[in-house]
């Protein structure tokens, strides 16, 4: 990420500051702006990678202004950051268009990490964004992007629509909470209707397809209150491994906000 320009856009001048700062720290170039009039202004004649946006930008809203950019068919990679971090507020962000939503004050290591998963994504074709993906391993099992299948000793298990949507979401962002909000929106139309609850039902079938032990997941673990999270193998191989030089409980290992659905 060391050429990455970010435009940083945020009314408050300390947290805007301190935001540029930290992304400068880590290689990052950064254009910081107050108001979203302004990032307008700025898209046509210098183009960043990623768009750090407060969402309640006095004015011109960030919301409102995400949603102009995706409505000129601006596809830049946008993330919101909203002080009101509740379930409504963060759908509303992704129906106008962002492609990820943080709560206010964020985690400034995980605001960097999702911008490095959004920026990976980015990279690749728009309307195949998961195609051009290497198979995965989980476990025993190798899950091949292209085919849209489950591959275990030579046998192949297509997963549905919204399982493949789901999965490849995970496994793009191996190591990152990844929202129920922003899963539901890359498996789902809009115009479904469906609350997030139906991820954790896709959640639950991935579970028994790829888990050993479904009850006590290793590679999709649950974020309380927030989503899921892909560990990869080695990843949920260490962790094992550490749980069993401790001798301690099966399940002791997982954090309290990471659970089983």
């Known amino acids: 990420m060391s050429t990455c320009h970010v435009h940083l856009v945020d009314a408050d001048r300390a947290s805007r500051d301190a935001l540029a700062r930290y992304f400068e720290t880590h290689g990052l170039t950064v254009t910081a702006m107050e108001s979203a009039a302004e990032l307008l202004r700025r898209m046509h004649r210098q183009r960043p990678d990623v768009v750090v946006m407060d969402a309640a930008l006095p004015g011109l809203s960030g919301l409102q202004a995400c949603r102009q950019l995706r409505g000129e068919g601006d596809r830049v990679p946008l993330i919101l950051l909203t002080e009101r ?27 960097l990490a999702r911008m490095q998963a ?103 673990q649950t974020i309380r209150g927030h989503g899921y999270m892909f560990v990869p193998a080695a990843a949920a191989g260490a962790a094992d491994a550490q749980r069993s030089r401790r001798s301690t409980p099966a399940g002791a290992f997982a954090s309290p906000s990471m659970n089983s659905v």
């Open 85 to 111: 971090n509740e379930e409504i507020d963060r759908v509303l962000a992704l129906e106008m268009g962002a492609d990820d939503v943080l709560g206010k004050p964020c985690a400034l290591r995980e605001l």
């Open 118 to 220: 959004l920026l990976r994504r980015a990279n690749v074709a728009p309307g195949q964004p998961m195609l051009a993906m290497a198979p995965v391993d989980i476990g025993a099992l190798r899950f091949d992007i292209a085919s849209r299948s489950l591959l275990r000793d030579g046998r192949i298990h297509v997963l549905s629509t919204v399982e493949y949507a789901v999965l490849a979401e995970l496994v793009a962002n191996p190591g990152i909470a990844v929202s129920r909000e922003r899963l539901l929106a890359a498996s789902h139309g809009r115009s479904d209707g469906l609350l997030p609850r139906a991820i954790d039902v896709a959640v639950m079938r991935l579970r028994k397809r790829v888990e050993p032990e479904p009850a006590q997941p290793r590679f999709l």
